[in-house]
């Protein structure tokens, strides 16, 4: 299906455990964006991709890392989840040029205990 | 620099009521304005979006006019329903590849 998928929708850890989110799209758009929702905060912008081997931080990059190495894979990782980082991640993406709307995945609701 | 502010939540109306969700905005250049929904559980998709002065967007009875003189874009629809319920957020974009969401202001119709 064509489209922005995200792997797992729900997952529970520990403290301290190192845990990906994966994101997946179909497009080839070159633009990939890692957000997190929580009450009272809205969106906000983690890291994102401009093109594969190209990522750079958002608003909210501490204790996160990203790579891509694919233009349609944009993997994040928590490498040592925190009670913190409980959140709904959401990935997105767009191709970047024109005034073309961002299209987000149905997101990963990650509680860590 | 860019940013968005709406209307606080949340918004609770009976179902036929008339809905105006307020969005403004600042930014550098010439922005495109979107208004995006989130029902629960799911990812935001575009409701619909405006991309110069005077623009006006439109989908599934929701309207929103680009105003450039009052830097706005407010939601509007007519007669809001139960399905209606959710999580609505304004957001501009001015280079394509980056975006500024409002924080979102969530509704919920009642029968």
């Known amino acids: 299906d064509a489209g922005i998928t995200q792997s797992p929708r729900y997952k529970i850890t520990e403290t301290g455990r190192q845990v990906t989110l994966m994101c997946h799209q179909t497009?080839?758009?070159?633009?990939m964006f890692w957000y997190r929702q929580d009450l009272g905060h809205g969106l906000r912008l983690i890291y994102y991709?401009?093109?594969?081997?190209?990522?750079d931080k958002g608003e909210v990059p501490d204790g996160y890392v990203v790579s891509r190495s694919k233009t349609e894979n944009f993997p994040l990782t928590l490498e040592s989840a925190t009670r913190s980082q409980t959140s709904v991640y959401f990935c997105?993406?767009?191709?970047?040029?024109?005034?073309?709307?961002?299209?987000f995945g149905n997101g990963t609701r990650l509680t860590v205990t | 620099g860019n940013s968005v502010t709406q209307m606080e939540g949340p918004v609770t109306l009976s179902e036929e009521a008339f809905l105006t969700i307020n969005c403004t905005y600042t930014?550098?250049?010439?922005?495109?304005l979107f208004w995006y929904v989130q029902y629960p559980g799911e990812g935001l998709q575009l409701l619909l979006k405006?991309?110069?002065?005077?623009d006006k967007g439109s989908n599934k009875g929701f309207e929103a006019t680009y105003r450039k003189e009052t830097t706005s874009f407010h939601l509007e629809k007519g007669s809001v329903q139960v399905s209606d319920s959710a999580v609505y957020f304004c957001?501009?974009?001015?280079?394509?590849?980056?975006?500024?969401f409002g924080t979102g202001t969530s509704l919920t119709v009642i029968p």
């Open positions: 497009w080839s758009h070159s633009y």
């Open positions: 957001a501009l974009s001015v280079t394509g590849n980056q975006f500024y």
């Open positions: 997105a993406s767009v191709e970047g040029v024109g005034n073309s709307p961002l299209h």
């Open positions: 991709s401009a093109a594969a081997d190209i990522t």
């Open positions: 930014a550098t250049g010439y922005p495109s």
């Open positions: 405006a991309t110069k002065a005077d």
